[in-house]
């Protein structure tokens, strides 16, 4: 079983339409959570993150975590072409390390 | 600031040949990391460093791989007698300090560098 595991896709919705992401994970011991997103050819840019469980707004994007069920979700408001790409998630324990899930490929259509 | 830079950003090698990617952090930020990306993988850590220093090469093959990060110049991984189960996109980043403010590791990512073994 893979530490994270991500839904590869891909998803493709229309523009304005509201795009949800999530992963799952295995290991108890991750406080951080981050998604990325990655543009094709490109290297991945940090979106946000949150520690712990709970909520996270930024603009149109809103981060949730839910510990106790290991799983942790993306939800990006009014969609746009612009947001067409691959959306990673990634956590970690108190450490530098990130584990990856393999990242789901958004496809906004206009 | 001109983020990370990472080249070449393609290589295309022979089986048996030596592959070397360079990163260079950016401007102010002392700790590096190279993660691997295979198809339809996510990335896999390989190493961390710090000036002139390996902290940490848990997630590195133990054989035909190296990581260096010179008191002066960029990091350089280092791959040698390359094998077609090596050819991955290979990205580095940087961060200024272990754990930003809020306690998470935010990192820099740069644009990849894609090998190819033939």
């Known amino acids: 079983q893979k530490e994270v595991e991500q839904d590869p896709g891909p998803l493709s919705v229309p523009e304005g339409a509201i795009v949800s992401l999530n992963c799952t994970y295995s290991n108890s011991a991750f406080q951080y959570f981050m998604w990325y997103r990655q543009y094709s050819r490109k290297g991945p840019e940090l979106l946000m993150y949150?520690?712990?469980?709970g909520n996270k707004e930024d603009g149109r994007f809103t981060a949730q975590v839910d510990k106790s069920s290991k799983y942790i979700s993306l939800f990006i408001r009014d969609s746009q072409p612009s947001d067409s790409a691959t959306y990673l998630c990634a956590m970690n324990k108190d450490d530098y390390k990130l584990s990856f899930g393999a990242g789901t490929t958004v496809t906004v259509r206009a | 600031n001109a983020g990370v830079m990472q080249n070449p950003r393609h290589l295309v090698r022979r089986r048996g040949q030596e592959a070397r990617l360079r990163c260079s952090p950016m401007k102010g930020h002392s700790h590096v990391y190279w993660y691997r990306q295979l198809p339809e993988e996510g990335l896999k850590f390989m190493v961390y460093l710090q000036k002139e220093n390996i902290i940490d090469e848990s997630g590195m093959p133990k054989e035909r791989f190296s990581a260096e990060f010179p008191k002066e110049g960029p990091s350089i991984l280092r791959i040698q007698q390359v094998v077609r189960g090596d050819s991955a996109a290979y990205f580095c980043a940087s961060s200024p300090t272990l754990r930003a403010q809020s306690g998470a590791n935010v990192l820099t990512f740069g644009a990849g560098s894609r090998l190819t073994v033939l």
């Open positions: 949150t520690y712990s469980s």
